[in-house]
Nanobody, 126 residues
């Protein structure tokens, strides 16, 4: 496991944009698949976007398509989630997760990720 440091959440108005960041502590993401998940009160955790760090393959489940973009910066070993046009229904705790040696797939289920960040709150007001 690796400690994941997340940042970038906050309180914004509908229509605003935010960028979340996820950086590992103690090693790099070189062989990982990284996913951004979110969990709203009373709802299950859902995958928003995932990326294979080594080659940039990306997976956008339905919840992330169109307004969310996942990207990576190899020089900083950091993964970003760019969120545009935020709506109140996007309010949730957003988690970064990594699967070490996960580069074979960009579609791992949440139970297969082995490290999770502490979560960052995103609140969108109407």
């Amino acid at each position: 496991q690796v400690q994941l440091v997340e940042s970038g959440g906050g309180l914004v108005q509908a229509g605003a944009s935010l960028r979340l960041s996820c950086t590992p502590s103690g090693r790099t993401f070189s062989t990982d698949t990284i996913g951004w998940f979110r969990q709203a009160p009373g709802k299950e955790r859902e995958l928003v976007a995932a990326i294979v760090f080594s080659d940039g393959r990306i997976n956008y489940p339905i919840s992330g398509k169109g307004r969310f973009t996942i990207s990576r910066d190899p020089a900083k070993s950091t993964v970003y989630l760019h969120m545009n046009g935020l709506q109140p229904e996007d309010t949730a705790v957003y988690y970064c997760a990594s699967k070490h040696l996960g580069f074979g797939s960009v579609s791992w289920g949440p139970d297969l990720y082995d490290s999770w960040g502490q979560g960052t709150q995103v609140t969108v007001s109407s």
